[in-house]
């Protein structure tokens, strides 16, 4: 079965700093690896994803992700942090089979200083 | 474009009484279909997901139950709430592979 883990369960920075959330997956193929953001009170919502290619893919919100086989591991970056980037965000991995199910890490919620 | 809908958005009810979410989704069809829960300040408990109408897998033993009487429907429902159900329910669908799209979301208080 498949797990997810995000170390940190906080993480503050100063707004235009840059930031780094970590995810680690365990998985027993090639995975399909997602990151999701959540304001408080709101659902989920996609930031990025990966399937295949290119391991380094692009997001919404100037938000960045590198796949890294070797080290299992799918970073969500970010040059430079926003106030409104303040949330909690969820790294995702996808098995593939029937019912398309995601297994979530637990979390990361993100403070931004101004 | 598709969009999924949740409601209520909030509910409050007292401890033994029944409970019934909704959730709808527009813009596709034959969904794949999620109900997640989120207790405070923890992640996603995957609930219930159905891959068509009248089919539901159950992920984990519970007071819940859910069903899927129309193709873009999806109700979770139980018969007496526990105080254990409070949380904060999500709807997700899924075009039948990979991501998956999810609702605003239902607070729900059991006091």
């Known amino acids: 079965a498949q797990s997810v883990t995000q170390p940190d369960i906080h993480i503050t920075v100063s707004e235009g700093a840059s930031l780094e959330l970590r995810c680690n997956y365990s998985?027993?193929?090639?995975?399909?690896l997602f990151w999701y953001v959540q304001s408080p009170g709101q659902g989920l919502q996609l930031l990025l994803k990966?399937?295949?290619?290119?391991?380094l893919v692009q997001g919404i919100k100037g938000f960045e992700a590198e796949f890294k086989r070797s080290q299992s591991s799918f970073n969500l970056r970010k040059p430079s942090v926003h106030w409104s980037d303040a949330a909690e965000y969820f790294c995702?991995?996808?098995?593939?089979?029937?019912?398309?199910?995601?297994?979530f890490g637990g979390g990361t919620r993100l403070m931004v200083k101004p | 474009s598709q969009t999924i809908h949740q409601w209520p958005a909030t509910l409050v009810q007292p401890v033994g009484s029944p409970l019934s979410l909704e959730c709808t989704v527009e813009g596709t069809s034959n969904p794949n279909l999620y109900w997640y829960r989120q207790a405070a300040g923890r992640g996603l408990q995957l609930l219930f997901y159905?891959?068509?109408?009248?089919?539901i897998s159950s992920e984990v033993p519970q007071n819940l139950s859910a069903s899927r009487p129309q193709d873009r429907q999806f109700i979770l429902s139980s018969k007496k709430l526990l105080l254990s159900d409070s949380g904060f329910y999500l709807c997700a669908w899924s075009p039948g592979e990979r991501e998956q799209f999810f609702g605003p979301g239902t607070r729900l208080t059991v006091l």
């Open positions: 990966y399937f295949s290619g290119d391991t």
């Open positions: 995702a991995v996808g098995a593939t089979n029937a019912g398309n199910m995601l297994t």
């Open positions: 998985y027993g193929a090639t995975p399909y």
């Open positions: 159905s891959v068509g109408i009248g089919q």
